[in-house]
């Protein structure tokens, strides 16, 4: 396999190449370097290859790794945050990627103020509506986001989506533009920005680019299988 900078840039060109593709502006697409189950080591090569922002979906894992890494790396949390968590994880994380019931939002903005804190969150929206996965329906969120927004720690900075799995990444793309439209629908009719679109992973990082997709979650095409 490929040196890790080499993978690395070629995520970043391919992210670059989509986004010519469909007139938007490469710089308008942050790539959060999907770090989980990797080591410390392997996290520094990649800092050192020029990345900065990373993804981890464990807690525990992060907690652990973290402190062993240079300020200059910037986390995101990208995985279902359980409530009894959240007190670890919330000063760890510069975004939530994956807020997925009101529940939670309402628990995390409780211990967010307790710990003086203004989390930056997405929402995850279950597009495809599969039991298996967590997040808002659409319908549940066009109810729900009201109440979210009226939370005073919690802030919504946008959404994101887990498509299903599928071979093709073509098969994705409805489901991201689906995002895209549900995105435009709720900032007309709630009349607040949602920045961000996270979406996209190894398998179709390219399309959801395409797709409008302002945060891509690639892990194995950087750091490998895992
Ligand atoms: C693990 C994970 C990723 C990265 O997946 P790859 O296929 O390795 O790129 C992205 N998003 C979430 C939510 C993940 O859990």
Redesign the pocket.
Known sequence: MAELSTRLDSVKENIERAARAARRDPAGVDLVA?S?THPPEVIREALDAGQSLF?E?RVQEARAKLPLLPARAHWHF??HLQKNKMRQALPLFELF??VDSLESAREMNRVAKEMGLYPRVLLQVNLAGESSKFGFSPDGLRRELEEILTLDRVQVDGLMT?PPAAPEAEASRRCFAGLWELRDELQAAFGVPLKHLSMG???DYTVAVEEGATLV?????IFGP?
């Open positions: 999907v989980k993804g979906s990208i995985g990627h994956g887990i992973m190894t398998q979650r690639v892990g194995t095409a895992r």
